[in-house]
């Protein structure tokens, strides 16, 4: 596989900063968009444009068309059963508030319990606190431990006759941990709990087959796949789609609409009120396509060898302390320099054209059981090489100097 | 841009020594400041008299050298001060970061005009503005009893 074709391909890493070449190390947040991408957004808009799903003239139709073949594309890149299965979002965060929402108000009563882990985004807490508010659901979060992981049987012994849910992330934003998501659902279906899987981290890296995971639903996020921003993906399962409510109300999502009572279609319908993105959501078959072209397995392969050069290079840095050691570890190292608080460390590294996240990732249940404020981390596309990582471990090094340590 | 106009000596050594670190005795007046883009906090402590002067002021805290370096500085050049004096030291300093402008507050020796001015350069970085005045955003709260939580992103 020839990296530097395929980062050729990014538009974004023509461009000098400073007469610095760009090191993007912050793909977990959001990645880099191929031209194939950009060009076809400008396109759809320049010679295809029409709102999908309503209009009778010949240019809706054929957006409709583009619009529902990246429902189709989306269906096969995760295996799920029925197109219908694939719910349009602004994001995974929309994702979950929906599952949260229509579930909560369908299923959840007082004192029910929801299963989350230490190790959640806040996407993956906040609506559910939400519900704990609103309904008075428990939350009750599985432990991580110190190499950063969430065993089975920390989830098992949460798990009572009032465990409505289980919601887990499938890669830690943080840890880089990839979760025992087989185990887990294994053991939530002897129980008969759905499951909730937050793919933000695992979709743009590993790959899917829902049908196999046996999971009930499924978020991500498409501008962490080389995809636009304004787009996620919900996976429900037919069954569920079918009993629950709908999510927003309006234009779109309705069958019929009476003075006394309003019926309404089926999924996905059902759950796509008003005008989605459609530009974007017909972009997003490129960025399909472009992964499939390179194929998810040569992708999981390339982030697997460059983080593991990365761990190995920092590891060797002695100011360099990496946080979590997990057995399966993502396309995610995160880490802290002694004595240099991470927001510095990000803008020195940003002076070197070194692009990372400091914080708490949308994290701080992690952050504050391990008792560290922030941390820095740097995360991985298919676009990252080894002289990246070389490069981070220099600046690395230029923030020891500019502090003196 | 340039890091060593951000990373004077005068910041380092306040962040890595910050004075008045701590619950100052006889505080009459506290408030608390969040970032919650990047989980930086700050708690101070003010003892202000009747004739409204600040006799002390305190601040505990985690968050990065910027952050850190500011709110001990600001205790320093605030110590002392009648409030007015102090409100009109926390405008003009923001003013510099904000707008580049440089800091006329007679009242102010030297060394303190050398020592607040070494945080002019955090001006260069937009993204590090916030982290260098929300210690001085919660003075003020504590000194008005504003009871709210200083959040940066308000």
Not at chain 1, 211 to 229: A, E, I, N, R, W
Not at chain 1, 356 to 375: E, F, Y
Not at chain 1, 386 to 398: F, G, P, Q, Y
Request: hydrophobic share 35%.
């Amino acid at each position: 596989m020839d990296i530097k074709e395929i980062k050729s391909k990014f538009p974004i890493f023509i461009n000098k900063a400073k007469g610095k070449k760009l090191v993007y190390l912050d793909s977990a947040n959001s990645s880099q968009k191929p031209k194939v991408l950009i060009d076809r957004i400008s396109n759809f808009y320049s010679k295809e444009f029409s709102n999908v799903g309503r209009s009778m003239h010949s240019l809706a139709v054929t957006a409709t068309n583009r619009f529902e073949e990246t429902r189709d594309l989306i269906k096969k890149f995760i295996n799920a059963k029925f197109r219908e299965e694939i719910i349009f979002t602004k994001n995974a965060t929309e994702g979950i508030n929906l599952i949260a929402t229509t579930y909560g108000e369908k299923f959840i009563k007082d004192q029910d319990e929801i299963i989350i882990t230490e190790l959640e985004h806040h996407a993956n807490y906040v609506p559910w606190h939400f519900l704990r508010k609103r309904k008075g659901a428990v939350i009750k979060f599985a432990e991580c431990d110190k190499h950063g992981e969430v065993s089975i049987d920390s989830i098992k012994k949460l798990i009572t006759n009032k465990t409505k849910l289980i919601a887990v992330t499938h890669v830690s934003n943080v840890t880089g941990t990839i979760l025992p998501l087989n185990k887990i659902i294994d053991l939530a279906k002897t129980k008969k709990i759905p499951v909730l899987i937050d793919g933000c981290q695992g979709a743009p890296h590993l790959k899917l087959d829902v049908q196999k995971l046996d999971c009930d639903f499924y978020v991500m996020s498409c501008h962490k796949m080389y995809g636009p921003t304004g787009v996620g993906v919900l996976y429900a399962k037919k069954k569920w789609l079918d009993e629950l409510p709908p999510y927003q109300g309006g234009g779109g999502m309705i069958d019929e609409v009476k003075k006394d009572d309003i019926s309404y279609p089926e999924s996905p319908t059902k759950f796509e009120a008003g005008t989605l993105q459609t530009a974007e959501i017909v972009g997003f078959a490129e960025s399909i396509r472009f992964i499939e072209n390179i194929g998810m397995k040569n992708i999981t392969e390339h982030e697997k060898e460059i983080t593991e050069y990365g761990l190995e290079k920092l590891k060797k840095n002695n100011s360099v302390s990496i946080i979590g050691d997990p057995k399966e570890r993502g396309a995610i190292i995160s880490f802290t320099i002694k004595g240099i608080h991470p927001h510095d460390i990000a803008t020195i590294l940003d002076d070197d054209g070194v692009a990372i996240r400091a914080g708490h990732h949308c994290c701080q249940i992690l952050h504050d059981k391990m008792g560290i404020p922030a941390t820095a981390r740097a995360s991985l596309g298919i676009y990252n090489s080894k002289e990246d990582i070389d490069i981070l471990n220099e600046s690395i090094n230029k923030c020891n100097k500019v502090f003196n340590n | 841009m340039d890091l060593k106009e951000l990373y004077q000596e005068i910041i380092l050594d306040h962040g890595k020594n910050p004075r008045n670190k701590k619950k100052c005795n006889g505080f009459n007046k506290d408030a608390k400041g969040n970032n919650p883009l990047c989980g930086d906090k700050v708690h101070v402590f003010l003892k202000l008299n009747d004739e409204k002067q600040v006799e002390d002021i305190s601040f505990e805290g985690e968050g990065c050298a910027i952050s850190i370096a500011s709110a001990s500085i600001m205790t320093e050049i605030i110590k002392g001060k009648d409030f007015n004096v102090a409100k009109k030291i926390l405008e003009n300093f923001i003013n510099m970061l904000k707008e580049g402008s440089k800091p006329s507050i007679n009242s102010l020796s030297d060394n303190e005009n050398t020592t607040i001015m070494s945080l002019s350069g955090v001006k260069q970085f937009p993204m590090r503005v916030k982290c260098a005045t929300l210690a001085w955003h919660t003075f003020l709260h504590a000194a008005e009893d504003n009871k709210k939580v200083v959040n940066t992103e308000k």
